[in-house]
């Protein structure tokens, strides 16, 4: 295997791949709910939050995709989880920023800790949709688009 | 055939089967990709191009380029010249009766849309049914969605079983005085399933309906006659059969084709034009409105003159072991399940590996320069049918060899290995 698959299929992302955290749970008195898919390679995910006080008390996802995209749905809710809305606004950015901004420097991704893994599909242009679209299916659900999020209308 | 000076005589090819032989008409094949020896395994998608027809089309442009049907100096006499002889050459690939039965259109789809938007909207209506099957390409259902959304006739769906194979009996129960139109691939594109068109064709006919075969996929792969078949409508894709993108044909029986209204309205698909009113050209000009692609048009003549210059037969048996080679080793892999299991099948192998994403196989075989499709392949009510959001699919053409398959097993175990 060579470097850069090394680093798409990092331990972390296989780990969540195969162990999903949060994957096919019903968060309690979820309030928050959003589907997205990607049309072209058939990935589709709903992701459901419980938010009490402008924070993530609770969250979880389901529906299928390739490995990067579930990992990244994984280890997003993962880090979300108890976050104020605010901060996850923040750390969106922060991330998508991560994942297209070759630029992007080292120390900024500092506060992505377990999520800088996913930057390793900036050498795939053709996975960083599989990466990003759980994170604008959060996005979305925040917000309460009725819209389903798709890759295609980015 | 005496060919124009810019048609080359196919060279490079032999009779015989050196399948590398094949592989050194084509350029692109000799080309790394990521540092490895290029295995090209999606040509369902598009198929690599041979020398002869790039050449076609840039000796065109470097002696003949001009417009077609219009000019009366020598050069758009020497691009008429290649442009209708390229029509000659399609209509001997296909073995219709006449050279006018072949309209250049930009490739299947629109070929299917022509037929909807013309034939269909004049002779389908509010009661009449039009006949699809499950295993359509979504270029073979939405043109016919849109037509009787407008029309008010019914669409109704052959099933397919789990080989992958039409339900016979839904075919007879299905088929009835009410049908028109029967539209059906020759071969199915996600499974690589080979239709009984011929017995299909037969069965419509009977009850008065007409058919229109889809055969982007069938065209670079089978000896099509469409006299023998006789369908009423074949359509193919120049670039799935190594010509350019952006040029196919819409074959359709002479009688069918002057009934029909035109499809655009343009330049060259008239006779004459005032402000009251206009007059339509015959076809196959009638519709073909607007200057047409004829660098296009010329390389799918070429890419005609390739396929003749090897023979179908050879082509088959080769093309076969291949497919047999690549489904024995496939169905050997622990885990791995093929989707479409026809024994009638030609070129195309979908597959699907336990717990492991089709696009995470084409990413990890890419980098060890195999090239595979990934994804619904434009038939998601197929994959509906088999509850799968997406398969892998490895699809052949002539050039493709038994090392090529033991390349892709190499790289499956590899993508096996990162998901252990």
């Known amino acids: ?154 | 055939m005496n060919y124009p000076y810019f048609f080359l005589e196919p060279t490079g090819i032999s009779a015989g089967l050196d399948p590398e032989k094949f592989k050194n008409d084509f350029p692109i094949l000799r080309k790394p990709v990521r540092g490895k020896k290029l295995v090209y395994l999606d040509n369902a998608a598009t198929s690599q191009k041979p020398h002869t027809v790039i050449e076609a089309i840039r000796q065109y442009y470097l002696d003949s380029n001009a417009n077609v049907h219009r000019g009366v100096h020598w050069l758009s006499e020497k691009a008429t010249e290649a442009y209708e002889m390229a029509r000659i050459k399609m209509q001997e690939f296909i073995n219709a009766d006449h050279a006018d039965e072949i309209v250049f259109v930009r490739g299947s789809t629109e070929a299917i849309n022509l037929v909807a938007q013309t034939y269909g909207r004049k002779e389908i209506g509010q009661g009449d049914e039009i006949l699809i099957t499950e295993m359509e390409h979504h270029s073979n259902i939405v043109p016919w969605q849109l037509l009787v959304e407008e029309t008010g006739a019914d669409l109704q769906v052959i099933h397919i079983d789990d080989n992958g194979e039409l339900i016979r009996e839904e075919l007879r129960e299905k088929l009835t005085e009410k049908t028109k139109l029967v539209a059906i691939t020759h071969i199915s594109n996600a499974l690589g399933t080979v239709n009984p068109i011929r017995e299909i064709i037969r069965s419509a006919h009977e009850v008065g309906a007409r058919v229109l075969v889809d055969g982007a996929q069938a065209a670079p792969h089978l000896k099509i006659d469409v006299h023998d078949l006789d369908c009423d409508f074949y359509t193919l894709s120049g670039h799935k059969m190594y010509a350019p993108t952006g040029i196919g044909i819409l074959y359709g029986k002479r009688e069918l084709l002057q009934n029909m209204p035109p499809y655009q309205g343009g330049g060259e698909m008239i006779t004459s034009v005032s402000l009251t009113g206009s007059s339509y050209a015959k076809p196959p000009y009638r519709f073909e409105a607007g200057t047409p692609n004829i660098e296009g048009a010329i390389g799918l003549g070429a890419a005609a003159d390739y396929l003749n210059s090897i023979d179908f037969d050879t082509l088959s048996a080769h093309e076969n072991e291949v497919l047999d080679y690549a489904t024995d080793r496939l169905s050997a892999m622990d885990g791995l399940k093929i989707i479409g299991t026809s024994g009638h099948k030609a070129g195309i192998i979908s597959f699907v590996i336990d717990s492991i994403h089709p696009h995470d196989v084409g990413t990890i075989l890419d980098q060890a320069g195999i090239a595979v499709r990934t994804g619904h392949h434009c038939a998601m009510p197929i994959m509906e049918r088999f509850q799968l959001p997406a398969t892998t699919r490895v699809s052949l053409a002539l050039y493709n060899t038994k090392d090529d398959i033991d390349s892709l097993v190499e790289g499956l175990k590899q993508v096996k290995e990162v998901f252990k």
């Open chain 1, 1 to 154: 295997m060579n470097d850069s698959l090394r680093e798409l299929y990092e331990e972390v992302i296989l780990d969540h791949n195969r162990n999903p955290r949060n994957y096919n749970h019903t968060p309690e008195n979820a309030n928050h709910t959003a589907h997205g898919d990607n049309p072209l390679c058939g990935d589709r995910y709903s992701v459901k939050l419980t938010v009490k006080d402008g924070r993530i008390d609770d969250a979880g996802f389901e529906g299928s995709g390739c490995a990067i995209s579930k990992a990244s749905a994984s280890l997003m809710l993962e880090s979300v989880k108890g976050k104020s809305l605010e901060e996850v606004e923040h750390l969106f950015n922060s991330v998508h920023r991560h994942l297209t901004d070759h630029k992007a420097n080292e120390e900024s991704d500092d506060e992505l800790g377990k999520l800088k893994v996913l930057g390793g599909v900036k050498e795939f242009p053709m996975r960083v949709k599989c990466a990003i679209l759980p994170w604008h299916i959060l996005n979305a659900a925040i917000n309460e688009t009725d819209q389903m999020v798709s890759t295609e209308q980015q």
